[in-house]
């Protein structure tokens, strides 16, 4: 399980041996990912505005869920973006790839710094509405990109 304590930092209270299929679970299950909420995000009102992006379109931040599976930090940032799609007015993996690694660079980083992490990946991750972690919704548009972390800079990696 990983918390946030009092001074907003991250720590791990215990470690899975390995992630069911879906991946850790946010709240019960062998995999230990709890949900910690950005600090610049704790009131109500901040957590529901929508943040900038190159394509302007409204993202909000979901949740953050540490994961040390598979035996290494992964810090995963899930986003709600409503207007992805594949269809016709959508927005689409191509922007909002770019949209995703702005996110990267403007909200992982300073996090990762803030809470003194060293993850081995960072996943972020845009869906069109709420989906909880390790369930599948076959409705839902998700887009997800992996990175690492390295001199205060996003590398993408490809899956």
């Known amino acids: 399980m990983i918390r946030a304590s009092r001074n907003e930092t991250a720590h791990a209270a215990c470690v899975a041996q390995a992630a069911p299929a879906g991946g850790a679970r946010q709240w019960w299950g062998r995999g230990c990912g709890y949900a910690v909420l950005f600090s610049a995000f704790a009131s109500t009102a901040a957590a529901e ?12 931040l979901e949740n953050v869920l540490l994961d040390n599976n598979p035996g290494e930090l992964w810090v995963r940032f899930r986003f709600i973006a409503p207007r ?5 007015g959508r927005i689409g993996y191509d922007v909002a790839a770019i949209d995703m690694n702005h996110l990267c660079q403007t909200l992982v980083i300073p996090y990762v ?47």
């Open 113 to 159: 710094a803030k809470h003194a992490l060293d993850p081995a990946r960072v996943i972020v991750s845009l869906s069109d509405r709420s989906v909880e972690f390790g369930r599948s919704d076959p409705e839902a548009t998700q887009f997800f990109e992996a990175y690492r972390l390295e001199n205060t800079r996003c590398i993408w990696e490809e899956f």
């Open 49 to 60: 505005a929508s943040l900038p992006v190159p394509s302007g379109q409204p993202v909000q």
């Open 84 to 88: 992805i799609g594949s269809t016709v």
